[in-house]
Antibody
Framework: EVQLVESGGGLVQPGRSLKLSCAASGFTFSDYNMAWVRQAPKKGLEWVATISYDVSSTYYRDSVKGRFTISRDNAKSTLYLQMDSLRSEDTATYYC??????????WGQGVMVTVSS | DIVLTQSPATLSVTPGESVSLSCRASQGITTSIHWYQQKSNESPRLLIKFASQSISGIPSRFSGSGSGTDFTLSINRVESEDFSVYYCQQSYSLPLTFGSGTKLEIK
């Protein structure tokens, strides 16, 4: 069974940093592209970033480019999202998702990030 | 960016009815559309990939159709567990985008 477990969320002040982690199990992590998708409170889904299975490529939405960094450790089956210069509009639940063929076929339970002073 | 417009925003139905949910893309995207279900306080779940391809473990009452700019998610005989929000997502080009969702509620 595919399992994705996010951690690292919390309350952070504007301008500060936070790093999310996603521990994967139940599949060969190094075979799959992975992604982060977020959902602001009471809002819809928004793709944030993608990393290829072999770490050769990364992609970001414009609003996080230069502030967020997606990475992975295939030896540890773990996905990361380093979030710097956080803004109030980054407040959301962040989901880790398995990402074959540019769709999201398995999702974690999500982790809440609140950016507020 | 490709904009996906879902309609209606809310659909009120009685269990046992069959429904169709619409997703329209702002430009042609072939069949690069995927559908998700999100129940209250849960993570999304993939229902249909590439417009009409079924997903293992998803009930057969869910089906998808369409190509180009117009897509439909159909639910044959809605069951009580189906009342949730449905999103479409395009994988034709970056940035990947989602529709704003259709909420399926009990009449």
């Amino acid at each position: 069974e595919v399992q994705l477990v996010e951690s690292g969320g919390g309350l952070v002040q504007p301008g500060r940093s936070l790093k999310l982690s996603c521990a994967a199990s139940g599949f060969t992590f190094s075979d799959y592209n992975m992604a982060w998708v977020r959902q602001a409170p009471k809002k819809g889904l928004e793709w944030v970033a993608t990393i290829s299975y072999d770490v050769s490529s990364t992609y970001y939405r414009d609003s996080v480019k230069g502030r967020f960094t997606i990475s992975r450790d295939n030896a540890k089956s773990t996905l990361y999202l380093q979030m710097d210069s956080l803004r109030s509009e980054d407040t959301a639940t962040y989901y880790c998702a398995r990402h074959p063929g540019s769709r999201f076929d398995s999702w974690g339970q999500g982790v809440m990030v609140t950016v507020s002073s | 960016d490709i904009v996906l417009t879902q309609s209606p925003a809310t659909l009120s139905v009685t269990p046992g009815e069959s429904v169709s949910l619409s997703c329209r893309a702002s430009q042609g995207i072939t069949t690069s559309i995927h559908w998700y279900q999100q129940k209250s306080n849960e993570s999304p779940r993939l229902l249909i990939k590439f417009a009409s391809q079924s997903i293992s473990g998803i009930p057969s009452r869910f089906s998808g159709s369409g190509s180009g700019t117009d897509f439909t998610l159909s639910i044959n005989r809605v069951e009580s567990e189906d009342f949730s929000v449905y999103y479409c997502q395009q994988s034709y080009s970056l940035p990947l985008t989602f529709g704003s969702g259709t909420k399926l509620e009990i009449k």
